[in-house]
């Protein structure tokens, strides 16, 4: 199904200020790329506990038409399946407060020291069939990424001045089941997931965009600075749309579920030195936030056990700030009965009715995935070792037939 295209527009979450002259672009890109493009990532391990989702769900009740669980799920079997975007709040960096940049962020994909401000450019996400059954009841999942492209723009030779540079790094993301069969090696892991073996729950490509540190700001420049830029407004008026107001609570909890203690989302202080008049609202949550608004408004009244959300592809245009009126919008741009599709063009507004964020939304019905299938002798060869199957036991909760436990039954086989 064609999808609408979104035209690229530069990040609108900085502000040029003079700097040092430093080295010109097309050197500059090539070093950067040649260093990340090699840079290891570390594969992340976690455990899809139900309480990351249902506070998320919890935290995310007081501000968009949704309905959270009243109390944290038992049992796996009473767990639905995790909503979309909900993986966010999961696989949290594994690192010492000392070792995170200047503004509190994660170095791993850092182009290096002198980069110090980090911003959320976009990027997408799709999900296969096996994520709509993917449950947070308990079982090992592990996120595999790497550095995939690396790009500069601004500078002297793109009609900017030295110094005000933007790298622009994208990181491509694998979300799949981890089991005994699938090792402990990093190299393993990598090897399998190359090779095709395992079916991905999710693949996400995420772009984060660098920049040099930045003089501080008055809060008189800050406000001044605010009331030139000219918003740009969404062409068409939404059929669907949601109004709410982000507060500092709301920030303080997704950073926490999120494991981000990014300057820009705690510390007021910090966004006046980077000429921002407030705290500044996540680009994943404002994703969230519209993936929500069409799982709980187009996909539910379809029926949630016959369509999903497929895709979506978002770019960040502008900040949204704590404190002021920010609208989720949605208007379907594409239907396909035929086909089992529908296109959704989605966006966040801010209080002036200015485009933040823009992206599109596809939808289709469920189809069965294929299992996860792992080619054994391929396993064996990687990991040097014989790989001998074991009986699992299946916990049962009061499911009996003749006395004995299907658990126990299944173990014995």
């Not at 980069?115 to 595999?144: N, Q, Y």
């Not at 991905?200 to 809060?219: D, G, P, T, Y």
């Not at 979506?312 to 245009?317: D, G």
Request: glycine share 8%.
């Amino acid at each position: 199904m064609p999808r609408p295209r979104i035209r690229p527009q530069s990040c609108l979450l900085c502000h040029p200020c003079p700097l040092p002259p430093h080295r010109p672009s097309s050197t500059l890109a090539s070093q950067l790329s040649t260093e990340l493009l090699q840079r290891p990532l570390p594969i992340l391990r976690d455990t899809l506990s139900p309480t990351p989702s249902y506070l998320l769900s919890k935290t995310l009740c007081s501000f968009l038409p949704t309905s959270a669980p009243r109390r944290l799920p038992l049992f796996p079997t009473e767990q639905p399946p995790l909503p979309p975007g909900h993986h966010l709040v999961y696989f949290p960096p594994p690192l010492s407060l000392d070792s995170l940049l200047p503004d509190s962020t994660d170095p791993a994909t850092s182009p290096g020291p002198s980069w110090t401000r980090r911003l959320w450019a976009g990027g997408s996400i799709r999900f296969h069939p096996p994520s709509r059954g993917v449950r947070a009841d308990g079982r090992r999942v592990v996120m595999v990424e790497r550095i995939v492209d690396v790009r500069v723009k601004g500078g002297a030779e793109q009609g900017g001045r030295d110094g005000e540079e933007k790298v622009f790094v994208t990181i491509d993301r694998q979300m799949l089941p981890w089991s005994w069969k699938t090792g402990t090696k990093d190299s393993t892991i990598r090897s399998i997931v190359q090779a095709g073996l395992r079916s991905n729950i999710l693949e996400e490509r995420r772009e984060l965009v660098f920049m040099r540190a930045k003089a501080a700001h008055s809060q008189g420049e800050v406000e001044g600075r605010g009331g030139v830029r000219r918003p740009v407004k969404a062409p068409h008026a939404p059929s669907l749309s949601h109004t709410l107001l982000p507060t500092p609570s709301l920030l303080f909890r997704y950073s926490a579920l999120t494991y981000n203690a990014h300057a820009i989302h705690l510390s007021p202080a910090y966004c006046l030195s980077e000429g921002h008049r407030n705290l500044l609202v996540h680009g994943p949550l404002l994703l969230t936030l519209m993936l929500t608004l069409i799982q709980e408004r187009v996909i539910r009244l379809k029926g949630k056990n016959e369509w999903m959300i497929t895709r979506v592809e978002y770019r960040n245009l502008a900040p949204l700030y704590v404190g002021e009126e920010l609208r989720v919008c949605a208007r379907r741009v594409k239907e396909d009965e035929k086909g089992g599709m529908e296109g959704w063009e989605v966006w966040c507004e801010g209080p002036g009715g200015g485009l933040a964020v823009r992206g599109v939304v596809e939808i289709g019905r469920v189809q069965d995935g294929r299992e996860d299938v792992v080619d054994e002798e391929y396993v064996q060869r990687l990991r040097g070792v014989e790989v001998r199957p074991y009986a699992t036991k299946v916990l049962s909760f009061g499911n009996k037939a003749g006395g004995v436990d299907e658990g126990s039954r299944r173990e014995r086989r």
